[in-house]
């Protein structure tokens, strides 16, 4: 069993950023992937990245690649999501997910546990 705390949401300026955090609690956190997922209103739950359960390859959306920055440490039981250079389509709600998966899996249903979402807000 994994739960999922997220934090570091808010409103920010476009061109400006953010840092995500999701503190995991479980002892098996290390044997997950871990992905971020965000949901705008009216639109489905989709992928921004994700990481294996070691610390190795990293994957993103189109969207975010270059902007984005997902890192996780085990010891800490914490995935982290560095945000730059914000635009206002990035105003969402984020996710932080737990998959048995790779963290290169982009599906909803492949991902087993789930945070309870922070709100991000860009402002142009």
Known sequence: QVQLVESGGGLVQAGGSLRLSCAASG????????????QA??????????INWYV????????????????RDNAKNMVY?????????????YYCAASRYSGSAKGVAKYDYWGQGTQVT???
């Open 27 to 38: 002892r098996t956190f290390s044997s997950y992937s871990m992905a971020w997922f965000r």
């Open 41 to 50: 209103p009216g639109k489905e739950r989709e992928f921004m990245s994700g």
């Open 56 to 71: 190795g390859p990293t994957y993103y959306a189109d969207s975010v690649k270059g902007r984005f920055t997902i890192s």
């Open 81 to 93: 999501l560095q945000m730059n250079n914000l635009k206002s389509e990035d105003t969402a709600v």
């Open 122 to 124: 860009v402002s142009s």
